[in-house]
């Protein structure tokens, strides 16, 4: 079954087809404020949609690329799983999607679940043809708006094993790098997702900025490290599968941007499919004392579901005089420190 999937996505999701609909250079400016110009990022919260082709897809995905040019953006972000929609090529997928939806499934990582990775064969012969098209069609949309396009994640085969992860697209349409998940949920464990353990940090020139994914987060660790290597800016996509709590999400990107006093960038999932049930806000964050409010919210979406684009300023000479003017900022005991990564890791 896997092996008949994996030659129809190909077949459905040709590639060309998608740069056709996408060909044009209609290239937008980044934004000038206070006579300088300003780092300008867009944060995307979407809902799932079932799609029947490709072309449907990218237009879903034109949509949000082409407002976040048009307000001066420089880079937009997509978030984790954005690859679901394309399940809806598979013959008589809406039906199954809709039946399920209609029955209440543990959250992802409850640990009731059934064996989930009978899905796994699945995913693996998928996951090329749905990777080269989405990488397609954000190529082509950076490319058109000249903008970074941060995919959001989707699943990616290396070396005969599967990944959670996306890429990072150049304002002229080239991939720059991949980033794959570091931390893994008890969900995408039991499905047979491997993690990565090279975490890297893009030199791109609206500031050095790292890209990990969701469950990353929850981690202190992976923003410390992505600071000690030189990251201003962290882009976060989440798929949340859970009920939306202030509390829960507190125990992402938010204290992170705090302790590490960098940029946050992130972008939600939202929707239901095959019975889960995505929430989340996409948001904007930086350290306390750069806010309007003292609340380390630069701007945040309304709802936890729906469709959204959140877009907020980045100031990184404010943020460099901030970590100077912090008292505590960069203090550590590197003896402990040593220690407790060899501990724990």
Not at 294 to 304: F, L, R
Request: hydrophobic letters at 40%.
């Amino acid at each position: 079954m896997g092996m008949l999937l994996g030659k129809w996505f190909r077949w459905k999701l040709g590639g060309a087809r998608a740069g056709k609909l996408l060909e044009g250079k209609d290239c937008y400016g980044g934004t000038v404020i206070n006579g300088s110009k300003a780092i300008r990022a867009a944060a995307v919260q979407r809902r799932i949609t079932v799609v029947k082709s490709i072309e449907d897809y990218a237009g879903i995905m034109e949509k949000f690329v082409r407002s976040a040019a048009e307000q001066g953006c420089d880079i937009i972000a997509f978030p984790e799983y954005n690859f679901f929609d394309l399940f809806g090529i598979i013959p008589g997928f809406g039906l199954l999607d809709r039946f399920l939806n209609s029955r209440a499934l543990p959250s992802a990582g409850s640990g009731q679940e059934d064996d989930i990775s009978r899905l796994y064969p699945l995913f693996y012969d998928i996951s090329e043809p749905i990777k080269a098209a989405i990488e397609t069609v954000m190529c082509c949309l950076a490319s058109k708006y000249g903008i970074y396009v941060y995919t959001g994640s989707y699943f990616i085969r290396e070396e005969g094993s599967l990944y959670n992860g996306g890429a990072i697209i150049s304002r002229k349409g080239d991939i720059l790098g991949r980033q794959m998940k570091l931390h893994l949920t008890d969900f995408e464990e039991k499905l047979g997702i491997k993690r990565t353990k090279d975490f890297k940090v893009f030199p791109l020139d609206i500031g050095n900025t790292a890209f990990p994914v969701c469950m990353d987060a929850t981690y202190y660790e992976t923003f410390s490290l992505a600071r000690s290597r030189g990251c201003d800016i962290v882009v976060l996509p989440i798929a949340n599968n859970e009920e939306y709590g202030l509390y829960r999400a507190l125990r992402g990107i938010w204290p992170r941007v705090q302790e590490s006093h960098v940029y946050g960038i992130k972008a939600a999932l939202s929707g239901s499919f095959c019975g889960m049930h995505f929430t989340g806000k996409a948001g904007i964050f930086a350290p306390l004392a750069l806010t309007d409010k003292k609340d380390g919210v630069i701007a945040i979406s309304e709802d936890p579901e729906g469709d959204s684009l959140v877009v907020g300023d980045v100031d990184l000479d404010a943020l460099y005089k901030e970590r100077e003017a912090d008292e505590y900022y960069g203090d550590c005991n590197p003896d402990f420190e040593r220690g407790y990564c060899l501990n724990t890791y």
